[in-house]
């Protein structure tokens, strides 16, 4: 009889306004209690491992970057560590220290995006304009280092493409000091803010024994008060020759993975500082030859948690099976475990959480076929100026001074 | 718990396994066919408490291999239950979502992509192919053809 009992059902999905994927979670309600979930995922499934065994062993970085716009330093470097694993290479020294340069900035930005996310979707905007905007000094430089704002394209197997110019140092230096000085009060103010921790103390907790049956990794492990980071577990580029320390936080709750990556962010720039002191000089890559018959895995850590990359190599010049795990494919799942018994209010927030990857790799420029950029993005903020200069007088908005507040 | 323990530990299964494979110290792969790769799982999972990291499905040429792989965290080993399935005509294996939550999506994929039939699978249904995905044609096998 009770089986015949129709619940209510809400969709949070496919398309929704705080879900920048394509993802649909069915919530079966009592009241507004969630009571049980389904997920359902690949609604843009591309088939990358399947491509993958098309390809020759120097053309995959480029296709593995691009299954995630943010994380796309870690997939390649994943991959990188696989193939290396099977032919025994060892890259010069500068590279796995540009490497991890570069893997850090990735996972300061990446951060920093969460935590904005985060701030804009229990309606707290001002914590999403200052992130981003704190953000995008640190694109600036991955595109000052590697030619790009995301999709670096950077890693190849025995080394890197591009070194990091000794000029470049200094700027570097400098802007993360901005940065830091920036999340700094960014993290302070959002530490000590009494309605955040209202908000997200006791949300959408996942525990210690929930994290570990679920295997989750990354910051929604390390917010359940697992210590696990492949950095440290299982170095790789240079993170053995450096000095820092995993966070970890108990609670498991929205805000405790919030601390954990807010905190992250400041152990990264100590790394990144500490990496571009110690840069090694001399050559960055290795030639390679060819790929020996045998298999090997890759992992990294990105800044959702472990990328775990496998490769089988029959001796030819492409893989015969590369088998990709993306982090939020085992954080994912644990909603079942954090969701359940929460309010409506609070679920797609916990969804939140766990950071689920999206691609974001539009940025703005107008781009004239034959010149160069026409517009940059000091053109840009002035023309945006001007026009809205321009509608307000012509719609007779008082004119307001900065100085007025 | 250190390399030497693991190692220790892992000779406690030796007689569920045709052999142990060591590529180098943090890499430990342990082959055996698909009956065992269930007990083998299992004992890795509860006795030993590693870390479940993913499952690849593999089309070799005269089987299917399904390799769980495992994560030591404390020593940075990885290991590898490597599971070879006969037979190509009706090829199943034991599912371990049943103690291991965290194998429930993978093991659907390695149904939908390669059409092991995943026993005792709480939760069998397609993951990533889509819905009107022919019967029977599974991208990831040799033979398919696009």
Not at chain 1, 175 to 194: C, G, N, Q, R, S
Not at chain 1, 335 to 361: E, M, N, R, W
Request: charged fraction near 30%; aromatic fraction near 8%.
């Amino acid at each position: 009889m009770k089986e015949s009992v129709n619940k209510p059902i809400l969709a949070v999905g496919p398309f929704h306004p705080l879900q920048e994927e394509m993802e649909y979670f069915q919530l079966t309600v009592d009241g507004e209690i969630v009571t049980d979930i389904d997920v359902r995922i690949s609604y843009n499934h591309r088939g990358i491992e399947r491509l993958s065994e098309t390809l020759q062993y120097d053309q995959i970085p480029f296709l593995v970057s691009r299954i995630c716009g943010i994380c796309s330093a870690s997939h390649p470097l994943a991959y990188i560590n696989a193939v290396e694993e099977i032919a025994g290479i060892t890259p010069p020294d500068r590279a796995l220290y540009v490497r991890t340069i570069i893997n850090e900035l990735e996972r300061i930005h990446s951060h920093l995006l969460w935590v904005g996310l985060g701030g804009h979707f229990i309606g707290y905007d001002t914590v999403f304009m200052w992130a981003w905007k704190y953000r995008e000094p640190v694109l600036d430089l991955l595109e000052a280092i590697t030619g790009n704002r995301n999709n670096y394209g950077n890693v190849k197997v025995g080394g890197c493409r591009e070194d990091i110019p000794n000029e470049l140092i200094p700027k570097i230096l400098k802007e993360l000091d901005l940065v830091e000085k920036k999340t700094d009060m960014l993290t302070k103010a959002i530490l000590d803010d009494p309605v955040l921790h209202v908000r997200l103390k006791g949300v959408g907790t996942l525990s210690k024994e929930d994290a570990i049956s679920y295997a989750v990794t990354g910051p929604t492990a390390r917010g359940s008060g697992i210590a696990i980071d492949v950095r440290h577990d299982d170095p790789y580029a240079a993170y053995a020759d450096l000095d820092w320390k995993v966070i970890t936080q108990t609670e498991g709750d929205v805000f405790a993975k919030a601390v954990v990556r807010l905190l992250e962010i400041f152990e990264s720039i100590k790394m990144v500082r500490q990496a571009l002191k110690k840069l090694p000089d001399g050559p960055i890559a290795v030639e390679v030859k060819e790929i020996p018959p045998g298999e090997g895995f890759g992992r990294a850590e990105a800044p959702r948690g472990e990328t775990f990359h496998y490769i089988r190599s029959d001796g030819g010049n492409r893989p015969v099976r590369h088998k990709v795990r993306a982090p939020s494919y085992v954080n994912v799942p644990s909603f079942k475990a954090s969701c359940i018994g929460q309010h409506i209010a609070d679920v797609t927030l916990t969804l939140a959480a766990v950071d689920p990857c999206y691609s974001c790799t539009e940025r703005l420029a107008v781009v004239d076929g034959r010149k160069n950029v026409v517009h940059d993005y000091d053109a840009l903020l002035r023309l945006s100026r001007e026009k809205t200069a321009r509608i307000k007088k012509e719609i007779g908005v008082p004119e307001i001074k900065l100085e007025d507040f | 718990m250190n390399q030497e323990e693991l190692n220790n530990r892992l000779s406690e299964i030796k007689d569920k396994l045709i052999n142990i494979e060591q590529t180098k110290d943090s890499r430990i792969f342990l082959l055996c066919e698909a009956e065992n790769s269930f007990a083998v799982s299992k004992f890795l999972f509860e006795d030993l408490a590693l870390r479940f990291m993913i499952a690849t499905g593999i089309d070799s040429e005269d089987c299917f291999e399904i390799l769980y792989h495992f994560s030591n965290d404390g020593t940075g080993c990885v290991v590898t239950v490597k599971a070879f399935i006969r037979d190509r005509e009706n090829p199943s294996i034991e599912s371990i979502t049943p103690f291991i939550p965290a194998a429930e999506w993978i093991e659907r994929e390695i149904y939908d992509i390669l059409g092991i039939e995943i026993k005792n699978h709480p939760n069998m249904r397609r993951l990533i192919l889509a819905d009107d995905w022919p019967e029977g044609v599974y991208p990831l096998r040799k033979d398919f053809k696009r």
